[in-house]
């Protein structure tokens, strides 16, 4: 959410800039500054969709440790670990807590 903040208010503070003085800006220089401006927000939107994916992996990569674990537990306990003891056993396993 953030980001996504922080990039509409560059987004918008970067347009209203460019409309204050537009009789300023001769054709070679508007010209390059529209390419400059698409494609640095092309690699925003493409590091933004990288990260979001890897983010993704990450989450059902913990889910399916979770799943993994609450069934090996129940079989062998014969009823479903709490909350902290799965946290428990991810950080001694993992090293870092689960996220939320």
Same mark, same amino acid.
């Given at each position: 959410?953030?980001?996504? !903040?922080?990039?509409?208010?560059?987004?918008?503070?970067?347009?209203?800039?460019?409309?204050?003085?537009?009789?300023?800006? $001769?054709?070679?220089?508007?010209? &390059?500054?529209?390419?400059?401006?698409?494609?640095?927000?092309?690699?925003?939107?493409?590091n933004?969709?990288?990260?979001?994916?890897?983010?993704?992996?990450?989450?059902?990569?913990?889910? &399916?440790?979770?799943?993994?674990y &609450?069934?090996? !537990? #129940?079989?062998?306990?014969? #009823? #479903?670990?709490?909350?902290?003891?799965y946290? $428990?056993?991810?950080? &001694?396993?993992?090293?870092?807590?689960?996220?939320?």
């Amino acid at each position: 959410m953030n980001a996504k !903040f922080l990039t509409a208010s560059a987004l918008a503070v970067t347009m209203s800039i460019g409309a204050v003085a537009p009789a300023l800006a $001769d054709g070679a220089a508007s010209t &390059r500054n529209i390419i400059l401006g698409g494609a640095a927000a092309a690699v925003l939107v493409t590091n933004y969709n990288h990260k979001k994916r890897i983010k993704q992996e990450e989450n059902r990569e913990q889910a &399916r440790r979770q799943a993994s674990y &609450r069934s090996y !537990f #129940y079989h062998r306990y014969g #009823y #479903y670990p709490s909350e902290q003891q799965y946290r $428990d056993w991810y950080y &001694r396993n993992y090293g870092t807590y689960p996220s939320n």
